[in-house]
RNA sequence: GGAGAGAUGCUCGAGUGGUUGAAGAGGAUAGUCUUGAAAACUAUUGUGCCGGCAACGGUACCGUGGGUUCGAAUCCCACUCUCUCCGCCA
């Protein structure tokens, strides 16, 4: 959510910046709402003082009958003046709701094709044999199993098995390792929140085809689709201490997600899958602090991938792929030999305070008032997408794939799969 | 899941229809005193929204949402959460 008074002020830039990012909003609308809705909340209270003063007077004396008419006059009018700010309220609401964050000048602009390559790293020369693809390999030797997941739960379910759990485990054990060293606070959270947490967090889809959540039905619970979401709203409705902040935390969880309009190429096997494990880096931050997060996080990202020697890219999200809450987004996209193309393996966001507004997370600073944190989120391991990187990089002529150097103490020295 | 009790400001806690944005205590901050500190004393100590350059004014907020009333923290209804006891259970 943005600030009303900033959109008043910056109409044009609003519109401007939501249309780079592909969202349809109707700023001149939603500031009409929001000036129906002053005045009309000007009218009710001014009807408010009126009954106050009344009330005032008496306080201690009995009413006379005409006092009380006056009184019921006013409640009468008070209740129609709401009843038509109701509606307003809401549109009101709904349509700041759908304003998508800014963005940075610097954003290329356009599509995911407009994305821009910051830096490179690791070898992604060429084998001199065919690497088999993560599906085929996991399949022939029985660690992987998505027939009956199929089977069992549907289409992108699967069943892990073997070594592979062993690797798995691993890698997330290695991530939690890798964040503590970091300070960062390790974090079990719910896999199931309420709407109130999906909605604040923007997870809220704005079609059918983007729906992305999981709901438990006949009850206010959804499954989580990434530990961000309860993260975020662990501090909600809280006001931090500055001397508190950063803070900084990694959830271990489960994604749930429900894929909806994600078919047709890079949805075989494990690439996109609706559950995985994942590691998630969490901050809240001053202002001021969140662009120097943003690198610091990337960097720790591109970090354990060299510490698992996986040859990467770091690309800049451009406008239109940063979604409603980012306000500037890295992407670390992990070599593919099997694709010969770069796929994204982790994702990192500076959402600013779009969030924070949304779910009432502040901090008093140094002068006494108090200001709106900024989030950012990114990815330390999403171990499915992981795994991936692993079988196709560390794939040997012979179709063993041996454990990155960093893993092995965390599989009992196992040298392959 | 059943029965009961409860939810008030940074914290504890008073308040069952009208000078209550809210007593009192603690904490915090500042000042006085002191060589310094402590103690003591004094003062300050909420947030959102609307209007205003500002000073300030208005309004809302006592778990959440409705209702009764001229007037609600206080009465009524529903819901959420917490605690105690019982049941079930990894």
């Known amino acids: 959510m943005l600030d009303i008074r900033f959109i008043r002020e910056n109409a044009e830039l609003v519109e401007q910046k939501a249309k780079q990012k592909g969202f349809d909003v109707n700023i001149p609308h939603l500031l009409e709402m929001d ?13 408010r003082a009126q009954r106050n003063t009344l009330a005032e ?45 800014i963005f940075p000048d610097d954003t290329p602009l356009g599509g995911e094709e407009a994305n821009s390559e910051e830096r490179k790293w690791g070898d992604k020369a060429d084998k001199d044999f065919e690497v088999v693809d993560h599906v085929s390999w996991g399949e022939q030797r029985g660690l992987l199993d998505f027939e009956r997941g199929a089977k069992v739960a549907g289409n992108k379910f699967y069943f892990t098995t073997g070594s592979l759990v062993q690797l798995e485990m691993a890698l997330s054990q290695m991530a939690i390792e890798f964040v503590i060293k970091q300070n960062f606070v390790p974090m079990l959270v719910p896999h199931l929140v309420n709407s109130r947490v999906i909605d604040g967090t923007g997870f809220t889809a704005r079609t059918k085809e983007e729906e992305q959540i999981y709901k438990i039905e006949a009850e206010d619970l959804n499954l989580i689709a990434t530990a961000e979401i309860p993260l975020t709203a662990y501090h909600a409705d809280e006001t931090l201490a500055e001397k508190d902040l950063p ?25 996109r899958v609706h ?29 354990f991938c060299q510490e698992l020697a996986i040859p990467y890219r770091v690309v800049r999200i451009a406008a239109g792929d940063l979604g409603a809450a980012a306000y500037k987004k890295y992407d670390v996209e992990y070599w593919s030999p099997v694709d010969k193309s770069y796929r994204e393996l982790m994702s990192c966001s500076n959402v600013t305070d779009y969030q924070a507004r949304r779910l009432n997370i502040r901090y008093r600073d140094g002068s006494g008032g108090t200001n709106y944190v900024h989030t950012l989120n990114g990815t330390l391991a999403a171990t499915s997408r992981l795994i991936i990187s692993i079988i196709e990089n560390y794939q ?22």
């Open 57 to 101: 007077q008496l306080r201690s004396a009995k009413p006379s009958e005409e006092q009380v008419e006056q009184g019921k006059a006013l409640r009468q009018k008070m209740s129609d003046l709401e009843v038509s700010l109701k509606p307003i309220e809401k549109e009101f609401t709904n349509l700041l709701g759908t304003v998508p964050n």
């Open 396 to 417: 040997t002529e012979s179709g063993k794939v041996s454990i990155p150097i960093a893993l092995r103490p965390y599989m009992g020295g196992q040298l392959t799969l």
């Open 247 to 271: 803070k900084l935390y990694a959830g271990y969880s489960p994604a749930y997600r429900k894929e909806a309009g994600a078919y047709g190429k890079h949805s075989k096997g494990l690439y």
């Open 35 to 47: 000036e129906k809705r002053r005045d009309l909340l000007k009218e009710v209270e001014d009807i």
């Open 275 to 303: 559950q995985f494990n994942k590691v998630e880096m969490y901050v809240f931050c001053k202002p001021e602090d969140s662009e120097k997060w943003h690198q610091k996080m990337v960097e720790l990202e591109e970090k």
